[in-house]
């Protein structure tokens, strides 16, 4: 019955037999507008001149990218000082705006101005390409190259070909920002492997409480309790002093679980105080920081692909993208109860990319 209905109701669309549809009613296709000719169409002169201007924006794209090169190394970002980074990022910045903003400019100043601008109606047609299709397509490329000059107008043509080349050297040179460098205050910044083997713990030196840098007494960590711990003295350097690189490197996940619960080999069995283990908390996959504990499972999670470890078992990778165990550091106590420990690592903390050659 229902489809009945439906056809009932479409058939009431259809105009009654014998009735003649009104054309006139009809909204009518106003079409397009008078074209109007454009200074360039009429005037050679002109036309030079759009020429000019839009090979002219070209060239400045390439003095933008230039500007921003030559600003990478006028302004170099000095021992992470905000003034030297807003700097850098300011004139680099600026260089890639203008190179970037000409080549728009230009383009669209190309094709207003000098490109052919008649209306051009393309009606609609089954998807499926013919072979008149193919040749049409050729044809009008062909004509888009004629009338927009592309081929002929070679200055223009070469000029956007340098711009966009140029455009993409600033993105380049500043990759080179992400190689490690050293220099006479840090020697070690050019060696990945040194910088992460060594790191501010050594003998003695206390755990404490991350970002307080109070001291941590063996007694007060309770059973199933975790800590985020720093080096002691990390807390009074400055940025300055390469603070955020230090706690980069040096920060430590602290927990307690009973002794018995512990699978430790025998060279590691004085590592632990007690049933306290530390953990070095970047993340051997790409670095993040593993800053999930869960109680009941003892697993240290890692937020950024879920790399899983465990606290029981010297933090083996149990789930996950990373490769190897997180570092553990060594601790033990000192005469009046605070936890210090008793070197440093003994491998490189972070990612393990140092063991691939
Ligand atoms: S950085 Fe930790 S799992 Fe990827």
Redesign the pocket.
Known sequence: MAHDGETQEVAAYQPAAGLAVNVSDAPQNPGMPPHRQRMTDKDPKAEKRAARVVYGLFYLSVAGSLWAIAAYMLFPIEDQQMTSIRHNNMYIGLGIALALLSIGVAAIHWSKALMADHEYVEERHATRGTEETREATIESFRIANEESGFGRRKMIRNSLFVALGASILPGLTLFRGLAPHSSEEDPLAGDPVALLNTTMWEKGTRLTRDPGGTPIKASEVTLGSAFHVIPEGLSELSHHDGMLNEKAKAMVLMVRLLPEQLHERESRKDWSYDGIVAYSKV??????P?ALYEQQTHHLL??????QFDVTDEAKVIF???SRPLPQLPITVDDEGYLVARSDFEEPVG?SFWERH
């Open positions: 993340c051997t996959h790409v670095g993040c593993v890692c937020p950024c692909h879920q790399s996950g993208p990373a990612p």
